[in-house]
């Protein structure tokens, strides 16, 4: 059975509003987080990602209780991230109506999170998010939402992290991020090529063929796309209709 390309829609939330940035930077008010979420599921979305991109914990108390709120509503996959750095704060994701979480900079301090999460949750419920950035020599990974340069090599730290038990990566080229110039189909493909479970292409997303490259050339799994759609570029529908025109298998959604 082929697996359907997903198209996921990211929702970066601060203070409770969804914003949006370039290169992580720049940020910007773009709307509520539990309307854009039912209206992106109404047009076909796939997933919804909420990133609490303050991660404090008074933030993340604002971000589970808008999990709550809509996973009320929805009927597709809620991830949510940021913020989240043990088990016990999964486990309030969870609880909150999360289906996934998405751990960054938890995971490079302490990978065994990953494992606990796993063995508690299941490995389908742990993303493990990778933000990486070309330093001329290989693709670094960052943490503290892309500002902190460590010592991990991508495409190695996404083998670790599925080898301590993360069911999914989620892959975002700081480099691409807010560009809409395209994924960075080279750091998606050498990670998609390099593990055993799905990969998101995140950053870079500009127009439907950025999209489709992403899972014909980059090899991911779903692409995550976000500004194009807040901003009323282009719509989920098209980017559906894109995606079935390349013949990929996708999830339809009644008219």
Known sequence: MTLSRRLIVCLDVQDGRV???????????????VALAERYE???ADEITFLDITATHEARATLLDLARRTAERLFIPLTI??????????????RAGADKVSLNSAAVRDPL?????AERFGAQCIVASIDAKWDGKRYRVYTAGGRTPT?????AWAQEC?????????LTSIDADGRRTGYDLTLTRAVAS?????????????????????ITEGGADA???AGILHDGVTTVAALKRAMRAAALPIREVAA
């Open 19 to 33: 914003v949006k940035g370039v290169n992580f930077t720049g940020l910007r008010d773009v709307g509520d987080p």
């Open 42 to 44: 109404n047009e076909g």
């Open 81 to 94: 991230g940021g913020g989240i750095r043990s088990v016990t704060d999964i486990a309030e994701a969870l």
């Open 113 to 117: 999170v990953l494992t606990a999460g």
């Open 151 to 155: 010592p991990l090599d991508a495409i």
């Open 162 to 170: 599925v080898a301590r038990g993360a069911g999914e990566i989620l």
């Open 194 to 214: 390099a593990v055993s479970v799905p990969v998101i292409a995140s950053g870079g997303a500009g127009e439907a063929a950025h999209v489709v490259a992403a």
């Open 223 to 225: 692409a995550l796309v």
